[in-house]
């Protein structure tokens, strides 16, 4: 990070930079998850067809004989019902481990990126004066938004499966929003490249697709 932020003269710059070549690299996974939300929409009818099917049958053998349907029907469609737990998952740890990088690299808290200080959390930031750091968090919520709901993954909508990858979302969201007030600009700025980088990257999967 310091050699790109010498290089690029900015280190806000080189922070989007190594954001998106963060995301560059783990493409392979964030490709396969967005291309789970493409097959489970046209697996659906089949999904639908079982959750009629056994809408009134309640019983252990019923239910077990509907699990192994929508099973053959995910095999079928090439569907990974953990793909979006798998993705939600992963942020965390590479927040962290960002969060680690760049504490060890003081020169970045006394950098600029648009006028905004990457060293100042935007609630410390606010309560100085500097409303406009809360479009830092509103920026974050929103990508953060979008980018959670394009990589849903695969699960049919009313299926238990869908009920704990959408709480999982919500959580997600939660989290991430009430920490980018304590977390540094720098830190928002990486999570909102990152997460801009993988909404294009998923629109692209759609379109192609299509």
């Known amino acids: ?14 922070l989007v930079i190594i954001s998106i070549l963060i995301r560059a690299a783990m493409m392979p996974l964030t490709k396969k998850t967005a291309m789970q939300s493409e097959n489970i929409k046209k697996a659906q009818p089949e999904l639908d067809r079982i959750n009629k099917k056994y809408e009134n049958k309640q019983d252990k053998d019923s239910q077990m004989k509907k699990s192994q349907e929508t099973l053959m029907v995910y095999k079928k469609h090439d569907i990974n019902p953990l793909s979006s737990c798998l993705f939600a998952i992963i942020q965390i740890p590479l927040l962290f481990a960002f969060i680690e990088a760049i504490n060890r690299t003081p020169a970045i808290f006394e950098g600029k990126f648009l006028g905004l200080r990457l060293g100042i959390t935007p609630w410390i930031a606010i309560k100085s004066g500097a409303w406009w750091y809360l479009i830092i968090v509103i920026i974050l919520a929103v990508v953060t938004y979008f980018s959670l709901n394009l990589n849903k993954g695969a699960a049919a ?29 720098a830190i928002c700025l990486y999570w909102i490249s990152s997460s801009l980088f993988t909404v294009f990257q998923n629109l692209m999967v759609k379109r192609v697709k299509k």
């Open 1 to 14: 990070i310091i050699k790109a932020g010498i290089f690029l003269k900015n280190y806000g710059l080189a």
């Open 157 to 185: 909508p009313g299926d238990d499966t869908a009920k704990q990858m959408s709480i999982m979302n919500k959580v997600m969201l939660v989290f991430i929003i009430y920490a980018s007030f304590t977390l540094s600009t």
